[in-house]
């Protein structure tokens, strides 16, 4: 298939590769040409593109864009510019991290146009180009199942993942699911999805963090002598890893991160955090819903910016490790375009 990536950076830049590798055309485009070239350089076969109009002309009908951009201002400026430059059956995907409500007010406006929507939650980070990503969609049936062939190109496939007992026995279950992929249901849904899978997520570092600082701080002057270990990090994680009922791609991350620096004096454990999560919160409240779990690990974060210690700086190191994510000295904004982590 044809179609244009909007917005080259870590993850939209291996996306287009990702998708040259599978045979599929790529139009390139983002607001730095420099960007372009070198993503063109990387996937074979893409076509560059000046700018919105010019990778319009560049697509033939029905045309398909995928938006990777920051949440907020920027990927609401480009759909808008995008929608008035297509006819009636185009399709306009956003991959990144938008507010879910944001994405059904989108759909409905584009429909009235003839314009399809589909929002993609889209996980992986920046080893998604090798690993693939795992996706969870939302939009109408007839977009989604025209658009199959790119998402089952960047999805990771059954790899060496154990299938699950049981679930060949029921003709209900999506078999896209196996595959890395799932149809959640309309506009909004995959975004939906996407953002309570980032709110699980800081739950679950934050559980890893602070057993790993109860460990370390087992040698402290405060304990009776005899009640003092000295427990090497890097090597509890790495056991951990074998077999345990606590490994995860996560874990994996943390044993990376130790055997490297053990003291993680490279990080800060200023956490940021992203609109996932504290929308993830939200949606707890408004659907009458308990997360002390999450909600304690979001505020979690809130403090590190004020005062860390070694449980948030491997926070920082597993949020490094998966997406790249630099550590933030400011606070972030709760719906900004600059606070969307895509992951």
Same mark, same amino acid.
């Given at each position: ?15 287009? +590769?990702? @998708? ?10 983002? *607001? ?6 070198? +993503? ?35 990927? $609401?400026? &480009?759909?808008? &510019? ?21 994405? #059904?007010?989108?759909?409905?406006? @584009? ?10 939650? &889209? ?6 180009? $090798? ?5 969870? #969609? ?8 025209? #658009? ?21 026995? &029921? ?11 799932? *149809? ?8 939906? +999805? ?30 009776? $002598? ?11 994680? $790495? ?11 996560? @874990? ?18 200023? +956490? ?57 000295? @400011? ?13």
């Amino acid at each position: 298939m044809q179609i244009g990536v909007i917005g080259l950076g870590r993850m939209g830049g291996n996306i287009s +590769v990702r @998708l040259s590798r599978h045979g599929h055309e790529v139009v390139l485009y983002d *607001h730095d040409p420099n960007v372009v070239t070198k +993503v063109h350089e990387r996937a074979q076969g893409s076509a560059e593109a000046h700018g919105l109009t010019d990778m319009v002309g560049k697509l033939a009908a029905p045309r398909v864009f995928w938006v990777m951009l920051p949440a907020g201002k920027i990927t $609401e400026d &480009t759909i808008d &510019t995008l929608s008035g430059l297509l006819a009636s059956g185009d399709i306009i995907i956003d991959g990144g991290n938008s507010f879910y409500k944001d994405d #059904i007010r989108r759909a409905k406006a @584009l429909r009235e146009k003839g314009i399809h929507y589909v929002d993609v939650g &889209t996980s992986g980070g920046v080893w998604g180009l $090798e690993r693939g990503y795992c996706m969870m #969609i939302g939009g109408a049936k007839k977009a989604v199942e025209l #658009i199959d062939p790119i998402l089952s190109a960047l999805a990771p496939g059954l790899g060496e993942v154990e299938r699950t007992a049981g679930r060949g026995d &029921t003709a209900k279950l999506d078999p896209r699911a196996e595959q890395g992929y799932l *149809h959640c249901g309309p506009a909004g849904s995959g975004h939906f +999805v996407k953002m309570v899978h980032n709110g699980i997520e800081y739950g679950m570092m934050e559980a890893y963090a602070e057993g790993f600082d109860i460990m370390r701080n087992k040698n402290s002057h405060d304990l009776q $002598e005899d009640e003092r270990f000295e427990l090497n990090m890097a090597d509890i994680a $790495e056991v951990w890893r074998r077999g345990s009922v606590v490994s995860s791609w996560l @874990l994996d991350l943390c044993a990376s991160a130790l055997a490297k620096n053990e003291s993680l004096s490279d990080y800060t454990g200023q +956490v940021a955090d992203s609109g996932e999560g504290r929308w993830t919160i939200e949606a707890a409240i408004e659907e009458a819903v308990p997360a002390p779990v999450l909600t304690a690990s979001l505020f979690t974060r809130f403090r590190s910016r004020t005062d860390n210690n070694y449980a948030e700086k491997l926070l920082s190191a597993m949020r490094f490790q998966f997406g790249g994510h630099v550590e933030q000295h @400011l606070t972030e904004k709760k719906h900004g375009g600059d606070v969307s982590e895509v992951k």
